[in-house]
């Protein structure tokens, strides 16, 4: 058996524990998304092992005319300390309009990472393929809020 990575979460008995290293993940994830402008609040749930992270947003700092919004983040580590991440930062605010950037197995694209979008909850989904600068969550965090707000001017 390989040895684990440096940073890698481990169980209390000695191995790699793929909960455990989601939930420092999103930990850390949290406490970074309140330091962007538009991030009103942020909470990891459920409370003692994250599986997500769920941030209010101020929709018009983002140019929306929508009263309120929401980013989930929802992030697994994977089953072994050299699997790549699945991972997803999903958007919706009061008005309908809802996006995400995902990278996990999704049948509407050919790879693991892409971008949804819906004008409004009766709508399907459309699906881009995408790429990212990164893997790195706080990299990807940053990233993808840059993208949010291109994305909101654009909408």
Same mark, same amino acid.
């Given at each position: 058996? @390989?040895?684990?990575?440096?940073? /890698?979460?481990?169980? %209390?008995? &000695? &191995?790699?524990?793929?909960?455990? /290293? *989601?939930?420092? +993940?999103?930990?850390?994830?949290?406490? $970074? +998304? $309140?330091?962007?402008? +538009?991030?009103?609040? /942020? *909470? &990891?749930? @459920? @409370? &003692?092992? %994250? *599986?997500?992270? +769920?941030?209010?947003?101020?929709p018009v700092v983002l140019g929306s005319s929508a009263d309120e919004g929401t980013l989930t983040i929802r992030w697994y580590a994977g089953e072994t300390a050299a699997s790549e991440p699945e991972f997803a930062f999903h958007y919706s605010d009061s008005s309908g309009f809802d996006c995400g950037w995902h990278y996990e197995p999704n049948p509407h694209v050919e790879g693991r990472a892409h971008y949804q979008e819906r004008s409004t909850p009766d709508d399907d989904y459309v699906y881009e393929e995408i790429a990212f600068s990164s893997l790195q969550p706080i990299r990807l965090l940053w990233e993808i809020l840059e993208r949010l707000e291109d994305r909101q001017r654009d909408h």
């Open positions: 058996m @390989p040895p684990l990575p440096p940073d /890698a979460m481990v169980a %209390f008995d &000695g &191995g790699y524990d793929p909960g455990e /290293a *989601s939930h420092t +993940v999103l930990l850390e994830l949290r406490r $970074t +998304v $309140t330091r962007h402008p +538009v991030v009103q609040h /942020a *909470s &990891g749930e @459920p @409370p &003692g092992q %994250f *599986s997500r992270v +769920v941030a209010t947003l101020d």
